[in-house]
């Protein structure tokens, strides 16, 4: 069964930085591997994502600032996220995509305040 948990989110203050974990398990066979957010009433946003040729790719919200980044090794997916502000405050979560199939972690709080 594929699972994936979120670690890493917290409290930071305005410039400051947080690097997200995304632990995927059950599968090998990951062929996207994304990370997005949800602010409360909003939509949820992609944010950040890698595909099979390992090049990562952003939207422009958070382009320069927030790096993508997967260890094969580990089955490990991050997101590092620097010079945060206050709108990025939000759930985020990690999704997977194996055979097709859209597997979503449970989400982990980023709050950006002084």
């Known amino acids: 069964q594929v699972q994936l948990v979120e670690s890493g989110g917290g409290l930071v203050q305005p410039g400051g930085s947080l690097r997200l974990s995304c632990a995927i398990s059950?599968?090998?066979?990951?062929?996207?591997a994304a990370w997005h957010r949800q602010a409360p009433g909003k939509q949820r946003d992609l944010l950040a994502w890698?595909?099979?040729?390992?090049?990562?790719n952003y939207a422009s919200s958070v382009k320069g600032r927030f790096t993508i980044s997967r260890d094969t090794a580990t089955n490990t997916l991050y997101l590092q996220m620097d010079s945060l502000r206050p709108e990025d405050t939000a759930a985020y979560y990690c999704?997977?995509?194996?055979?097709?199939?859209?597997?979503w972690g449970q989400g982990t709080q980023v709050t950006v305040s002084a």
């Open positions: 999704r997977a995509v194996v055979k097709g199939a859209t597997y």
């Open positions: 059950g599968t090998t066979g990951v062929t996207v």
């Open positions: 890698i595909v099979n040729d390992g090049r990562p």
